[in-house]
Structures are given as structure tokens and as C-alpha cells.
């Protein structure tokens, strides 16, 4: 296996439109000066029941950049993205077996961490577009709702920027009281890309987000991704190796739950160290 080297993200002023809510400010208090990458994961082993889904998953994934996770069905890309905001804890059974997922500077698996205020940091966009049967623009508020945000020029502000960060304002800022089942699924999946990023995470997670769209809404999400890390570390699990190529800054290949290799992308796709991902490469995967 091999890990990448602490990369040095580029920095840039983020205005915030929203101050962090009270939850958030109890996760934020926990982080620590020092520590390597946004995401750390630290000799983890992960589970499901008795099977080992993970195993000794060694990482640092730097801030402010798209780090994609390629390798064929089944081999624990859906299953350590989950890992970093602990979704898969809704698995009866599923369980970090040991190691240590590190972000901002803490274990997220230590047991006074509140999930809720996790992911609120860490947001997670699904393979299947997934908007909530309400108005356009209460999808996108619906989080800042749920952690206490009332002031209608706060919800207001959040949702045009949240729109605008998705590339959606245009579309959608005269039919913001329409029901969100009236757009188009590339639309609904960039909504639900605009719910994740109105509270403000640090990390953005996607899940094969262009699985279920048409090419032409494929370009659009993946010209989205490009610029969304600017304000946001994301990690993105694709089957799409050029997609791969297109939006990732790093590429980590997986194979039968182990990190077989992670580097720059143009390494992973030109240079690759490791026999199997050269083999997953080049269509060579029996």
C-alpha cells in the first residue's frame, strides 16, 4: 500500500454568510492545531458484523481539494466515504474495528463526538438525487432550520448563496416556492448539492453524484465540483475513471478493501507504482 505525502493546500478567504450554530461550535472546539490533512485516517480497519469490509486504510486528505476514491463494485469506495461522517453507523453492525479517523485535529469515532454536529460538517450528497417533497427553497434551508436558524434574512442570504455555489440561482431564484419535483434531475441533483453546502461543512462528500444523470448534466455537476473546491475539501467515489480524471486533484484506487494506491491523479493515470492499479487502469481487471 502506499500513502500520499501531506500536501499543501492554497488558501482562500471564505466569506461566512451564516454564523456557525451551537452544535457546530461544540465539533469546532474539539479540533487541534497540527494536523496533516483535512481528513487523517490512521491504520483503520473497518467492519460490517464479523467481515472486514476495510482494512488498514493509511490516508491524508488534504483541504480545498477533490480527491476521488476508483476501483471495481465492491471493493470499500461507498463504505470508507461513509466512514468520514458515520453514516455507515446507521448499519446494524457496521463498526470501526481500530484505527482512527482524524479531522480538524479529532477522532470523530471517539465517543463524545455528536454525529448530528458531524455532519453538518461533513456533508454528504447521494448517488440518487434525493430533494424532500417541499418548495425549492425549503430544501435548501431545511438544515438551518433544523439547527435553530429562524431569522428570515439569515435563511434568505444562505439560500441564495447555497444556489449560487451550485450554479442553480439562475435556474431556480423566480421559483423558489415550486416544488423541487419540478426540475430536472441534473437541477434536483445540483439542489441537493445546494442543501449540503448551506450549513457551511468543511468537507463535502459524494457518492457516485452523477451515476443517475445524462451526459449533458454529468458535465454540468462535474464543472460544478471544480469549482466548489474552492470553499470545500470534497471526496468523491466515481466509477467513471475519466471522470476520475477530470475533477480530481488526487486518486485513491481500491481493491478488495484495501488502499492499494493513492497519489496525484496524473500519476495514478500515467505513472501508476502498483501492478494492480496499472491492470485496473488499463481494463486489464479480471
Known amino acids: 500500500m502506499v500513502t500520499a505525502a501531506p500536501y ?14 451551537a452544535v457546530d461550535k461544540t465539533f469546532n472546539s474539539k479540533a487541534t492545531a497540527g494536523e496533516e490533512g483535512m481528513i487523517s485516517v490512521r491504520d ?18 488534504p483541504s480545498k481539494q477533490v480527491t476521488a476514491f476508483i476501483g471495481p463494485s465492491g471493493c470499500g469506495k461507498s463504505t470508507l466515504l461513509r466512514c468520514f461522517n458515520r453514516i455507515n453507523d446507521r448499519i446494524q453492525g457496521a463498526h470501526i474495528a481500530s484505527g482512527q479517523v482524524i479531522i480538524k485535529g ?12 458531524l455532519r453538518r460538517q461533513v456533508g454528504m450528497v447521494f448517488q440518487k438525487y434525493n430533494p424532500f417533497p417541499k418548495s425549492i427553497y425549503e430544501n435548501v434551508v431545511y438544515g438551518l ?5 429562524k431569522k428570515k434574512a439569515d435563511l434568505n442570504d444562505a439560500c441564495e448563496y447555497a444556489l449560487k455555489s451550485a450554479a442553480l ?3 431556480c431564484k423566480d421559483r423558489l416556492k415550486q416544488n423541487a419535483f419540478g426540475l430536472s434531475g441534473g437541477q434536483m441533483q445540483r439542489l441537493c448539492i445546494a442543501r449540503a453546502i448551506a450549513v ?4 463535502l462528500l459524494m457518492d457516485e453524484p452523477c451515476s443517475a444523470l445524462d451526459p449533458i448534466a454529468t458535465l454540468k455537476v462535474e464543472e460544478l ?8 475539501t470534497v471526496v468523491i467515489v466515481t466509477h467513471n475513471m475519466q471522470q476520475a480524471r477530470r475533477v480530481a486533484d488526487l486518486t485513491a484506487f481500491m481493491y478488495l478493501g484495501e488502499l492499494i494506491e493513492f497519489a496525484d491523479t496524473l500519476t495514478i493515470f ?6 494492480k492499479t496499472e491492470e485496473y487502469i488499463r481494463g486489464q481487471f479480471s
Open 44 to 61: 483503520m480497519d473497518f467492519n460490517y458484523g464479523a467481515k472486514r469490509a476495510l482494512h488498514h486504510i493509511q490516508m491524508e486528505i
Open 169 to 171: 440561482w439562475d435556474e
Open 225 to 232: 465540483i471544480l469549482q466548489l473546491k474552492e470553499q470545500f
Open 145 to 149: 432550520r433544523i439547527s435553530g436558524v
Open 106 to 117: 479529532k477522532n470523530i469515532y471517539d465517543k463524545d463526538v455528536d454525529t448530528t454536529s
Open 8 to 21: 499543501e493546500p492554497k488558501k482562500k478567504q471564505i466569506v461566512d454568510h451564516l454564523a456557525p450554530t
Open 270 to 275: 500515467s505513472n501508476p507504482q502498483q501492478l
Open 200 to 203: 457551511k461543512p468543511d468537507i
